[in-house]
């Protein structure tokens, strides 16, 4: 029972949204059904972009330096980064969803809060495929007015989130402890390879791998192992 409980705890809001279903279909069937129905069409988009959306973001997260985002996207960036963040925002494809991983990756690296609200504002309403579908049934004057206005929109929108949101608002990615032994919460895909492969210091919660507290000195060949067989390079080790 107590382990029911702590379930439901860790997942409020799931419980909430299936409580939400459970009622509209007791009160009005046909809508109930159709609500399952469009929730089953999302979720399976989504467990279809996002394992390939996730893996990108962990490459990314090894591949481009720190020092580049801060340059590129940091708060010294000024109108360069404004600029580029613009940019990636039109030339990105897929749903918005699809870009919350990248951005929280890309804080984690330095990049501003402005550029962040730009970078998904710009991924949801002026990306090119949409502008050019915009064009074909509205008429290109339809969507260089509404585009003019929009990018001003988020302009203003940012700079005043910026003054809102702070860095330490957004959560932590990494979970770190004293044996110096590290994930990255923000590229762990719950794979669970760690879990299967060293089951004693590994775990799984909510989807996400975790080290399991412990007070021995962890047998360092399998740790290395499985450090080395983690598809997307989330677990770290530091020698202290």
């Known amino acids: 029972m107590t382990k029911i409980i702590k379930k439901i705890k860790e997942n409020l809001f799931l419980v909430f949204v299936v409580l939400c279903y ?5 009160e ?3 809508m109930g059904i ?4 469009n929730s089953g069409y999302y979720i399976k988009e989504m467990l279809l972009i996002m394992p390939v959306i996730l893996v990108l973001t962990a490459l990314l997260d090894t591949w481009v330096p720190k020092q580049t985002i801060m340059k590129y996207l940091g708060q010294e960036s000024k109108f360069r980064g404004i600029f580029l963040s613009f940019a990636l925002g039109a030339i990105s494809a897929g749903p ?3 870009a ?3 951005c929280i990756m890309l804080h984690k690296k330095g990049a501003s809060i402005r550029n962040i609200v730009i970078i998904l504002s710009s991924w949801a309403v002026i990306k090119l495929p949409m502008l050019i579908n915009e064009v074909k049934f509205l008429g290109p004057k339809f969507m260089l007015v509404r585009w003019a206005l929009t990018v001003i929109a988020i302009f203003i929108f940012s700079w005043i989130s910026s003054k809102i949101i702070k860095n330490e608002d957004l959560p932590k990615e990494t979970e770190k402890i004293e044996s110096g032994l590290s994930i990255n919460q923000d590229s762990c895909i719950g794979c669970t390879l760690c879990a299967h492969e060293y089951k004693e210091l ?17 047998n360092k060949e399998k740790m290395k192992k499985v450090i080395d067989r983690c598809p997307v390079n989330a677990i770290e080790f530091v020698e202290e």
């Open 202 to 218: 590994f775990e799984i919660n909510n989807k996400k791998a975790y080290v399991k507290e412990h007070n021995y000195e962890p």
């Open 100 to 102: 919350f991983p990248i």
């Open 28 to 30: 009005k069937p046909q």
């Open 22 to 26: 459970a009622i509209i279909l007791l």
């Open 96 to 98: 918005v969803y699809a």
């Open 34 to 37: 159709q609500a399952v129905k």
